[in-house]
């Protein structure tokens, strides 16, 4: 079984909103920072946004002001609430989380959204954006 489980993909028109969860199984989200990362098809993996175990978070260029990554403790749970959705956001959405113990934050440190700052991915769910 997956460690991460992402949910809430789906197809909406250009200008809608989509919520995505991401379910951080037999993780404490104090220990960890998490990532969600996209891949269009025929693109290289883009990471998106980051939020750190101590709830600071970051965002690429393309999607500030339009989405949001927040955590939510109780239920190891992390959202990424996206709005204003343009054709370009469509891909495959994938949530990754960090290893432990890390002497550097990943989602604090220089490179907060590179893929190779997390190591254990979920399997992703399919965002499309289309009229």
């Known amino acids: 079984q997956s460690q991460l489980v992402e949910s809430g993909g789906g197809l909406v028109q250009p200008g809608g909103s989509l919520k995505l969860s991401c379910a951080v199984l037999?993780?404490?989200?104090?220990?960890?920072?998490i990532g969600w990362f996209r891949q269009a098809p025929g693109k290289a993996r883009e990471g998106v946004s980051c939020?750190?175990?101590?709830?600071?978070?970051n965002y690429v260029d393309s999607v500030k002001g339009r989405f949001t990554i927040s955590k939510e403790r109780a239920t190891s749970t992390v959202y990424l609430q996206m709005n204003n959705l343009k054709p370009e956001d469509t891909g495959i959405y994938y949530c990754a989380r960090s290893a432990f113990g890390r002497a550097v934050s990943a989602c604090n440190g220089p490179r907060p959204l590179m893929s190779q700052e997390y190591n254990t991915w979920g399997q992703g769910t399919q965002v499309t954006v289309s009229s």
């Open positions: 037999f993780t404490n989200l104090d220990s960890t920072d």
């Open positions: 939020i750190s175990k101590s709830g600071t978070s």
